[in-house]
């Protein structure tokens, strides 16, 4: 059994990363934005409850703000290599990345 918190909004999903003070900035706005859009479509066609794990979330995504910084970290092409490696997040402003 567990204690599940619903989020409904990402207002929410934002005030939940701010609890815990070293990983407050791991996001930028629009980042969290674009990660509670995913995961909320994610749950919604898996068609059961995604676990709000903050520290899980900052070990397994990464934000960038361009596939040029995305390459001094992994040996890619381009933006179809990395997406045929992993998920990706587009938003206006950078991209987020499943580690790999």
Same mark, same amino acid.
């Not at 409850?49 to 397994?60: A, K, M």
């Not at 179809?80 to 992993?86: E, K, R």
């Given at each position: ?39 909320? @479509? %994610?749950?919604?066609?898996?068609? +059961?409850?995604?676990? =709000? ?9 990464? &934000?960038?703000?361009?596939? @040029? %910084?995305?390459?001094?970290?992994? +040996?890619?092409?381009? =933006? ?9 997040? &587009? ?10």
């Amino acid at each position: 059994m567990a204690i599940i918190v619903k989020i409904n909004c990402v207002d929410e999903f934002a005030a939940e990363f701010a609890q815990w003070p070293q990983r407050r900035s791991h996001f930028s706005r629009p980042a969290l934005r674009a990660l509670y859009e995913y995961l909320d @479509e %994610a749950s919604n066609d898996m068609g +059961e409850d995604i676990e =709000l794990d903050v520290v899980g979330i900052c070990c397994e995504w990464s &934000e960038y703000k361009d596939i @040029e %910084a995305v390459k001094e970290d992994y +040996e890619i092409e381009g =933006l179809s290599d990395l997406q045929d490696s992993t998920t990706v997040v &587009e938003f206006d402003g950078g991209l987020l990345v499943h580690e790999f």
